[in-house]
Each structure stands twice: as C-alpha cells, then as structure tokens.
Antibody, heavy 121, light 113 residues
Framework: EVQLLESGGGLVQPGGSLRLSCAASRFTFSNSAMSWVRQAPGKGLEWVAGISGSGGSTYFADSVKGRFTISRDNSKNTLYLQMNSLRAEDTAIYYC??????????????WGQGTLVTVSS | DIVMTQSPDSLAVSLGERATINCKSSRSVLSSSNNKNYLAWYQQKPGQPPKLLIYWASTRESGVPDRFSGSVSGTDFTLTISSLQAEDVAVYYCQQYYDTPFSFGPGTQVDIK
C-alpha cells in the first residue's frame, strides 16, 4: 500500500518560514506527479502547489505564488514545500498528494494523513 | 480560473435510499485531445484525508463500491450513491484537474435521515 508521511508542521509566527516534507514509499516516486493540498480548520480543500514526476514543471496557487516553493528529491523519495512569509490565512492541515502518473494533470489517487501548520503570534 | 460549485450544501437521506450530489464547472473541463472530462470526486470522513471515488467524471476507482457512480452533461456533473449506507456519511468534493489552478468544489455534507 502506498505510504505518504508528512512532517515539519507546527506553530510559526506571521512572517516566519517552515519547510514541510513528505516521505513516500511503496511506489515508484519519480513516476508520479505530486502536490500539496491544504484544508483550513473546518473548511474545504485548496490546491496549493504541484510538481511533475521529473521535477521539471511546477505550479502554484495564486494565494501562495512567490512565497511557497515546491521541490522533490527523487533519490530520497521525498517531496518538500518551503513556505516563507507565512500569514494567518496559511493556517491549515497540509496534505501530501500523489497522482497516478508523471503529469499533474491527473486525479489524486493517494493522500497522506496531513500535517498541521498554525501561523499565529 | 475555473470555479467549481456544488449543490446542495448538505443533504440527509434514509438508509438504502439514493443520494445525488451536483457539481458545475464555470467552463468546460473536456479535453478535445482525449475526449475526457478532467473531473474527480472525493469522499472525506471526519479526521481523515480525502479518498478518491471517481475520476474522468465517471470512472470508479479500484475498490470503490459500485453504489457510487458519476455522470456528466456538459459542464454539469453528478455523483450518485444508489443505496446509502451508514459508512457513506461524509463530505463529498468535486475537483477539476483540467487547468491550473486546479480547484475543488465547496463540498456537500451527506448524513443519514
């Protein structure tokens, strides 16, 4: 069974930075596009960022563009989300999500359990 | 950006009865290159991550019970639970993956009447 294990969440002050990681296992990581999707407390789902299987193509939601960076290390089977200039509205559970192919123009077939990011002073 | 809307916001259905959830995209998510609608449905239970139910608007994910089905008419999409079971209580989201930024509908809460 596919495993996606997020880490790195926590409490951070507004304007601060945080780096999330997602350790992937039990599938060929480099063959799968990956994404980060977040969910504010009691709210719906928001796609944050995506990266192709090779890492050569990325995209970001307008709400995080210029502040967040997505990257991957296919040799370590790990996905990252570098979050800078954090705002209160970035408070959410951040899910690591996998696509069934190398393009991110696909559905999400597996989700991690999520890691909570709280931005507050 | 493509905006996804869902209706109703919530519904309560008796056990064994049909539940119907609607989703509408603000513009077409149909690809002319492969004739597929880039639309998925997810189920999210409290305290859990979402789970994929349907992709390409009507293809059921492996392991998903056949009481779940998806259909499409233009930019209108429907998720049907043919015979509601207690374990189907959840929030259901539609999502388009046709164009970035990919977007989700606001969700529909399904409960037992």
């Amino acid at each position: 069974e596919v495993q996606l294990l997020e880490s790195g969440g926590g409490l951070v002050q507004p304007g601060g930075s945080l780096r999330l990681s997602c350790a992937a296992s039990r599938f060929t990581f480099s063959n799968s596009a990956m994404s980060w999707v977040r969910q504010a407390p009691g709210k719906g789902l928001e796609w944050v960022a995506g990266i192709s299987g090779s890492g050569g193509s990325t995209y970001f939601a307008d709400s995080v563009k210029g502040r967040f960076t997505i990257s991957r290390d296919n040799s370590k089977n790990t996905l990252y989300l570098q979050m800078n200039s954090l705002r209160a509205e970035d408070t959410a559970i951040y899910y690591c999500a996998k696509a069934p192919g190398a393009s991110y123009y696909l559905q999400i077939d597996y989700w991690g359990q999520g890691t909570l990011v709280t931005v507050s002073s | 950006d493509i905006v996804m809307t869902q209706s109703p916001d919530s519904l309560a259905v008796s056990l064994g009865e049909r539940a119907t959830i609607n989703c509408k995209s603000s513009r077409s998510v149909l690809s002319s290159s492969n004739n597929k609608n880039y639309l998925a449905w997810y189920q999210q239970k409290p305290g859990q991550p979402p789970k994929l139910l349907i992709y390409w608007a009507s293809t059921r994910e492996s392991g998903v019970p056949d009481r779940f089905s998806g259909s499409v008419s233009g930019t209108d999409f429907t998720l049907t639970i043919s015979s509601l079971q207690a374990e189907d209580v959840a929030v259901y989201y539609c999502q388009q993956y046709y164009d970035t930024p990919f977007s989700f509908g606001p969700g529909t809460q399904v409960d037992i009447k």
